[in-house]
């Protein structure tokens, strides 16, 4: 199977081509949502297969590279069209194939009688096309090929609905503004690439890796490398500075937002920060950047979603703070619990999505969740397994959440510090309360939706069974990592499966810090009991007593207006960058220096050429006499400067 | 060097298109049936013909005393010309037919170019060269003027056939000095004592007027006063064919001509020739193109300058460029080829609908159509993904390791300005309005050519190194 492996790409590629090119002209919703899903499942199994069969093998032959063809070989660059089959590929695609497969089958009734269902699971496939070239690709170009197409799905798919209004503007507008701040981590990831080869003369992942540890290269340059390439995990993976982009994908329909803006997209970052885990653990002051960022996101996107009334904008801004906690894992050294917890966030998350797709759909395209409201009785199984998920981020202890989060915690406590652990669990807390905050509103209290016109009802199976399943997964999805104070040194199997790929870059960390099981058991204790006390006021406060919530506010306003206004990044971005280069271009660049200086020249220039043209034009007459003198004339020439070169 | 009896067999593609050649002038003579069959029994001759060489690029032998080579570069060639002729006879099926000039010699005279052109290519004489030069070169002449009804039609083939013979005077010349003074015409002996020979001027001027009749045949400048005339008066689809296929089979002599010669220690003068053809023959092929309305005429132009990309190669003479210009010329017949086909199915009866006000708005007439002219003109201007890309820049490469940077930058900035007239195109096609209605008729034959030659011109630019390291691996 792992041979195999090219068709987990190609099978989405086709997929995309056959709905992209046919299926305006199939009028049968079954038949594209089919095909579209199919060729995900296909995929999905061979890669449990590749994995099986990874999984027979003895761990050194764990890593098997599937060449495809020669992509270019020009001059000393050689590149392969080669996938990298090994454990952290693996897994990523397991994730992606898997949870992408649920959420496609979700579509097929989610989107069922828009007018582009055609084209909305063609550009899906595409994605998973491009997403599975991001993480099997054995080399950079490779990836930042899919790199490249997993930001044009997501561009195209937020602005799916091209002529809806989104907030102050229009779905295209959130489009654009997610492209062009990737473009500015794209950036970054292309110079880390180009240093990349610049320093070590290849870009293939296992030649660059081994020659990371071998060469002679100074620490200045693997900081600029890791730095580069961790711009450029900023932007995909919506991290401080660049995560502004993330709340406005929300414009796009919401299985979208599960599968690109949750799931596996925005982990890409992360994935890419854990391939190169070498190059990173090389550079200690990166990681500590890596870690602080991190853990600074995670914080004001959570504080930020604490008084969010959007339902899927909720739910957006927790993603960020759950990147925000991946890279800081990344940042101690952590790089499999991060893996760990793109797992199981993606089970969870996705979840919390199509159970919000769910409610919306049930409530007539209402996000507000100010006007829902006691909506338990009528989607039970929505209601269920939103209840799941949610007590899966929460951390709630036995379920997935719980154990990747507490492995970053203890992680960011054990080689970081007390300061990162601490606000780690703030930040815990802060999930907990709006988790649960939503919860409340969407579920329990009073109906607050006008009944005349909102009919809620439960989805259809084709939607709910993706949620069960999802449910499940959020459930047991921890216990492949379970904490090793529970079962032992080499008992978390997660842990043990990646071990390889880290191999390098622990050898160069080297953790010595001893701590005892004690105080790993204390502090788990301690952010169980905070995070259970921040569920307990929230259901309180939002259940039993609003008021409290409106004097708090009230009470705290220009705090509670910084949080609201999403501590106005946005509008300082707008007034800092935005601005200033919008009136710089227009009235320098485009005014004056495209209009007068490079349009002047470009235009004499052309216009001298084009009277040139029309001088030389004549030169050709027609008569045949003439061009054999031209001949003559130039063979005399010719001869002429031979005999005075010799 | 195999057998003696053994050596016939190794000639078995010039021996089977002879035999076809022979076999269509009796089926002329003696069905009624000839226009019928010839396209299809044409088509298949060159497949196979095409085909057996390129399976047996392996066996590579000099045969008959040294005078010709079999396999490698040769049947990289010879599958070079039969495609581009399989193509033509594809393509043209309607040109003729609307025209009126469906003989069935159109399709003998195409083999025969054909037959000609693999001579060349084979050539390790200079006899044998001409030979096959001379056999190409008539055909060509009376390809040109097909449509005798026409008179531009005639005027072309008279035009090409007064110039043509004045370049033929040269080639001769070159040929009896170099004879001259080697006492001999095997190419090998030249290679062999080039040391021996070079001091002595004679020489020197015989192997240089062989060079410049050669590069009016692949149309450099200043030897290029018959292309513009020539191709806009011929029939569209033997343009094609002219443009592509016959530039090729010069360049195939160019590269055994100057073969090891420019390896050796004095190749100066070689060099510097065609640097100055280079240069001259890409910017006055770009620039004068910008001038022109007429398509024909403007591929015309464009011939010129990618003449002039190819002799860049040349003038940087490592084995690596020589593949390029190969790579170069296999890209240019495809995407060539597609763009004539477009354009002779567009054109009217009477040689209307040639010049860029036709192309406005056919993106609404055939889509099909509009999307493919648009990858052959981003395919000619070279840009990635496209066959032409990778053409430019494997000669380009050649160039900066021959320490020839500046001629590369030269090339670099007349691609700059042939942009402008191949975009033009693509405007015209996607962004005007229709001032013209008409119907475009196309039958599978056309279809098959274009969509052929489109699928090529990207996979030859996706998979680049498919080709290049088969062309590395037998160009020496």
């Known amino acids: 199977m792992i041979n195999l492996i090219y068709l987990t790409v190609l099978l989405p590629l086709i997929g995309f081509l056959f709905n992209g090119l046919f299926g305006s002209k199939i009028k049968n919703e079954k038949i594209i949502g089919i095909i579209g899903s199919s060729t995900v499942g296909i995929s999905f199994l061979i890669v449990v297969g590749a994995f099986i069969q990874t999984l027979s093998l003895p761990v050194e032959q764990r890593s098997n590279t599937v060449e495809i063809f020669t992509w270019l070989n020009v001059a000393g660059l050689n590149i392969k069209f080669a996938y990298l089959v090994d454990q952290l590929s693996l897994t990523m695609g397991l994730i992606v194939t898997g949870v992408g497969f649920l959420i496609h089958i979700y579509s097929i009734g989610y989107m069922h009688g828009d007018k582009g269902y055609w084209r909305f699971f063609s550009y899906l496939n595409l994605f998973i096309f491009a997403m599975m070239n991001l993480i099997l690709g054995d080399n950079f170009l490779v990836l930042f090929l899919g790199w490249e197409g997993v930001g044009l799905c997501s561009y195209l798919l937020i602005g799916f609905w091209y002529d809806r209004n989104f907030e102050k503007g229009t779905t295209s507008q959130a489009a654009k503004k997610a492209f062009v701040v990737n473009r500015i981590g794209d950036f970054g990831f292309l110079l880390g690439m180009f240093l990349i080869y610049f320093t070590f003369d290849s870009l293939n992942f296992k030649e660059v890796f081994a020659k990371a540890t071998t060469f002679p290269v100074t620490e200045t340059t693997f900081s600029l490398i890791a730095l580069f390439l961790f711009i450029g995990a900023t932007g995909k993976s919506a991290q401080i500075p660049l995560f502004v982009w993330l709340p406005d994908a929300m414009a796009g329909p919401t299985p979208v937002s599960a599968l690109i803006h949750a799931a596996t997209m925005v982990t890409a970052g992360v994935y890419m920060v854990s391939r190169a885990s070498i190059l990173f653990a090389s550079a200690p002051s990166i990681m500590i950047v890596v870690a602080v960022i991190g853990l600074l996101t995670a914080l004001m996107a959570a504080s930020i979603g604490l008084v969010q009334n959007d339902i899927k904008k909720v739910l957006a801004y927790s993603t960020v703070s759950q990147l925000g906690y991946m890279f800081l894992a990344a940042g101690v050294g952590a790089f499999s619990a991060s893996i760990f917890h793109v797992m199981t966030h993606a089970f969870f998350k996705a979840l919390l999505f199509l159970g919000a797709g769910s409610v919306i759909h049930g409530m007539h395209e209402e996000q507000n969740i100010q006007n829902y409201g006691g909506l338990k009785k009528y989607m039970p199984k929505t209601y269920i397994t939103f209840f799941i998920a949610t007590l899966a981020i929460t951390g709630v202890p036995g379920l997935s959440g719980f154990f990747s989060k507490d492995e970053i915690l203890w992680n960011a406590y054990a080689n970081g510090s007390f300061v990162f652990w601490l606000i780690g669990v703030l930040t815990a807390m802060m999930t907990a309360f709006y988790m649960f905050r939503l919860l409340s509103l969407t579920f329990y209290g009073n109906e607050r939706f006008d009944h005349h016109h909102v009919h809620p009802h439960e989805s259809p199976a084709v939607m709910t069974v993706p949620l069960m399943i999802l449910a499940f997964l959020s459930v047991v999805g921890g216990f492949v990592g379970m904490p090793k104070v529970f079962v032992g040194e080499h008992g978390n199997l997660f842990e043990n499966w990646l071990e390889p790929i880290y191999k390098p870059a622990q050898l160069k960390l080297a953790h010595f810090g001893m701590h005892s099981h004690f105080e790993e058991i204390l502090l788990m204790a301690i952010s169980v009991v905070l995070a259970l006390s921040a569920i307990y006021f929230a259901l309180k406060v939002y259940t039993q007593k609003p008021e409290i919530a409106e004097s708090v506010s009230s009470k705290f306003k220009g705090l509670y207006n910084l949080l609201l206004n999403k501590y106005f990044v946005d509008e300082i971005y707008e007034a800092s960058v935005v601005q200033p280069i919008q009136k710089g271009s227009e009235k320098l660049l485009w005014k004056f220096a495209d209009v007068k200086i490079i349009d002047g020249a470009v235009n004499g220039v052309a216009l001298l050429i084009d009277k040139l043209a029309e001088q030389i034009k004549k030169i050709q007459t027609g008569f045949v006499q003439y061009y054999a003198l031209v001949m003559i004339a130039g063979i005399a020439v010719v001869l002429f400067f031979l005999l005075f070169s010799l | ?476």
């Open chain 2, 1 to 476: 060097m195999p057998a003696n009896n053994y050596e016939y067999f190794l000639l078995l593609p010039h021996i089977v298109l002879s035999v076809g050649i022979v076999l269509s002038i009796l089926i002329e003579i003696f069905t009624r049936k000839g226009k019928e069959v010839l396209p299809w029994f044409s088509s298949l001759l060159f497949l196979f013909v095409g085909f057996y060489s390129i399976i047996n690029i392996d066996k590579n032998f000099f045969i008959f005393g040294g005078m010709v080579e079999v396999g490698g570069r040769a049947s990289i060639f010879n599958f070079i010309f039969n495609i581009a002729a399989l193509l033509t006879v594809l393509a043209s099926t309607d040109y003729i037919k609307k025209y009126g000039i469906n003989y069935s010699e159109y399709y003998i005279l195409i083999q025969s170019s054909v037959l000609g052109m693999m001579v060349m290519a084979m050539a390790h004489d200079i006899l044998v060269i001409f030979m096959g030069l001379e056999l190409m070169s008539i055909c060509f002449y009376i390809l040109a003027g097909l449509n005798r009804k026409r008179s531009s039609n005639n005027e072309a083939s008279l035009k090409y056939f007064l110039l043509g013979s004045f370049a033929t005077g040269f080639i001769v010349y070159g040929i009896a000095l170099v004879y001259g003074t080697t006492g001999s015409t095997s190419i090998q002996n030249i290679f062999e004592n080039f040391m021996q020979y070079f001091n002595n001027i004679l020489f020197i001027v015989g192997m240089l007027l062989l060079l410049i009749g050669f590069s009016f045949k692949i149309a450099a400048v200043p030897f290029h006063m018959w292309v513009p005339d020539v191709y806009q008066g011929s029939a569209t689809s033997v343009t094609g064919l002219m443009s592509t296929a016959g530039k090729a089979a010069a360049f195939s002599v160019l590269l055994i001509l100057l073969g090891t010669s420019l390896s050796y220690s004095s190749p100066i003068v070689f060099r510097n020739y065609f640097s100055v053809i280079a240069v001259l023959s890409t910017l006055v092929g770009s620039i004068i193109a910008i001038a022109q309305t007429n398509l024909k005429r403007m591929l015309a132009y464009s011939s010129i300058a990618h003449a002039g990309y190819m002799a860049i190669g040349l003038a940087a003479g490592n084995n690596y460029s020589f593949a390029g210009i190969t790579f170069y010329l296999a890209a240019y017949v495809f995407m060539n080829i597609g763009a004539f086909t477009i354009i002779s199915l567009i054109e009217g009866k009477d040689e209307t609908r040639l010049t860029l006000n036709s192309y406005a708005g056919l993106n609404k007439k055939s889509p099909f159509l509009a999307a493919m002219m648009s990858l052959f003109m981003f395919a000619l201007a070279g840009i990635p993904p496209m066959a032409g890309f990778f053409g430019k820049y494997y000669v380009f490469f050649g160039a900066i390791k021959s320490d020839l940077t500046w001629l590369a930058i030269v090339g670099v900035l007349s691609s700059l300005i042939s942009v402008y007239f191949y975009l033009r195109v693509v405007v015209y096609v996607y962004f005007m309005n229709e001032n013209e209605q008409f119907e475009i008729e196309k039958s599978v034959g056309s279809n098959l050519a274009i969509s052929l030659t489109g699928l090529l011109v990207l996979l030859f630019g996706i998979f680049p190194d498919s080709l290049m390291n088969l062309i590395v691996n037998f160009i020496k």
